[in-house]
């Protein structure tokens, strides 16, 4: 199912809130590679103008709004000669960029919302620019049936690289082989690229959030492994963690860790529902989490206390998820109205929103043994009667849990996009 463009404009003009003003947004231009060459680093264009251009390759290409005759404009750069020869490029329908400007000059004197990259020569109202985001930001939020379509694609091929990956789950692999065989995966699932750097991280290293694969091999059976990976289809991405242990054969404690993670998890999704508080569901998968590691004898006193007094900052120092669609992190951000959460507890969380139907979210709790949190004398101060130390210390070495899926809010129960790709027990 293809997305109509046109259709999409008008539905999102509303939601601007223009009444005379100029509403631009920019897809951005081309950087050259850090070298002598003409030579040009991937062109990605920006997400704003994307959303309602639907060009991906307009380099410079202005998307415009003109509220007051409630006409929209495309402006593309115009297909040279040696644009068809080298890159075998097409013309794009709509106005020319050289058009550009004699449009705006019609225009002068009237306020300017200057979204997505900023366009020379253009003075953009800066209290009205960012208003405006917000509200484009809202009013994507929800997902067309197209974008959803989309993301069932991606959803596939990111479900075909975690099949393919499976076999080499053992002693003596690369981080870095198993980024291979993963990534060949999503593109014979379907994907057109990976939807963000491959994260792989194996023993200790799963503790790293955004560790790149390296040539660190497993080592022994027993070691955790850590893949947060997806595949993205036309822009529209999907975002999954698993967590493994090498040969299937956990210790104990690895395997309580785990088991923590993934009720708190099964328990997340299912709160993913039209009129929840993220904030609720957040904090309620660290109570969760908290209760299973004091279970375990990790941690000391009450699991709700625990989490009032930041405790669970210690081993669950992010947040429970974010948007994820066109990017992977879409429209996270905060509901109307509402101004960020100064508790430190909440400076990774992503987004600060009512769930509503359509809305497309991860869930992603983890708990991880993190040397620069269970070393720091401070936090060791702090929770001096909250935490068993010495566990603690005897098990730094394990990495961590991570478990991310994908759901759509729906008027019911939600769909999880990712429920098929496996999970280590």
Known sequence: MSIDYAARRSRIAPALGLSDEIFLAGAGSPL??????????????????????????????????????????????????????????????????????????????????????????????????????????????????????????????????YAAVQPFLVPGVS???????????????????????????????????????????????????????????????????????????????????YAAVKNAHARACAKCVNGAEWKDIHFGAATDMLGSLIDMGLMKGNASSLVEQDAHMLFYPHGVGHMVGLGVRDGSGLEPGRTKDPRPCLKSLRMDLVLRPGYTVTIEPGLYMIPALINDPARREKYRDAVNWTMAEQYLHVGGVRLEDNLIVTDGAPINLTASIPQAF
Not at 106 to 129: C, F, H, Q, W, Y
Request: no cysteine.
């Open 32 to 161: 050259p590679k850090p070298e002598i060459s003409d030579a040009m680093l991937p062109f990605i264009a920006h997400q704003e103008y994307y959303y309602l251009a639907g060009h991906a390759e307009a380099h410079g290409g202005i998307i415009a709004y003109d509220a007051k005759t409630l006409e929209w404009t495309s402006f593309v750069p115009e297909v040279t000669e040696m644009d068809r020869v080298w890159d075998g490029a097409e013309q794009l329908p709509g106005e020319l960029l050289a058009n550009f400007p004699a449009w705006l000059a019609a225009r002068k004197g009237r306020k300017i919302a200057n979204l997505g990259a900023p366009i020379a020569g253009v003075s953009a109202d800066e209290a009205l620019t960012n208003r405006v985001r917000d509200a484009l930001r809202h009013a994507r939020r929800p997902k067309e049936q197209g974008e959803i379509e989309l993301m069932k694609r991606a959803a596939v091929a990111t479900a075909e690289g």
């Open 175 to 257: 981080e870095r082989r198993m980024q291979i065989e993963m990534e060949a995966g999503f593109f014979r699932g379907g994907g057109d690229k990976t939807g963000y750097d491959t994260i792989i991280g194996v023993a200790a290293q799963a503790a790293v959030f955004h560790g790149s694969p390296s040539t660190q091999r497993i080592a022994k059976a027993g070691d955790f492994i850590l893949i947060d990976a997806g595949a993205q289809v036309e822009r529209y991405v999907i975002d999954v963690t698993r967590t493994y242990v090498a040969g299937g054969n956990p210790s104990g404690f690895q395997r309580d860790l």
